[in-house]
């Protein structure tokens, strides 16, 4: 999770409209939760069924799927429009706000 946690409820609240800003960061967070829940059911299901050199080997590589996959999705998002308006590039933060 890590800096995941603190990074993507401030961007979605800078390009959320202001009505459903406090609902997506609840969701962000509920999912967070979720995917610790589901970490820890791989874990158990792994302690059940895998023998014990293969326990921590499963555990990291199912772990390193959504990581890789978050990866991925910030090479496509938009710079944030509040910190394009404060560089300056006004033109470039309205063309990111109209795109969202």
Same mark, same amino acid.
């Given at each position: #999770? +890590?800096? $995941? ?10 390009? !959320? /409209? $202001?009505?459903?800003? +406090? %609902?997506?960061?609840? =969701?962000?967070? @509920?999912? #967070?939760?979720?995917?610790? @829940? #589901? !970490?820890?059911?791989?874990? #158990?299901?792994? %302690?059940?069924? =895998? ?7 499963? $555990? ?12 991925? +999705?910030?090479?496509? =998002? /938009?710079? $944030?429009?509040?910190?394009? !308006? ?13 795109? =969202?």
């Amino acid at each position: #999770i +890590g800096i $995941s946690s603190i990074t993507v409820p401030v961007y979605i609240a800078e390009v !959320a /409209p $202001s009505d459903m800003r +406090g %609902q997506l960061v609840g =969701l962000n967070n @509920m999912f #967070i939760v979720l995917g610790q @829940m #589901i !970490a820890c059911g791989i874990n #158990i299901l792994c %302690q059940w069924l =895998l023998t014990e050199g293969a326990r921590w080997r499963v $555990s990291m590589g199912i772990a390193a799927v959504p990581a890789f996959i978050q990866l991925v +999705g910030f090479i496509f =998002l /938009p710079e $944030s429009p509040r910190w394009l !308006a404060q560089k300056g590039k006004k033109e470039e933060a309205r063309a990111v706000i109209l795109k =969202l």
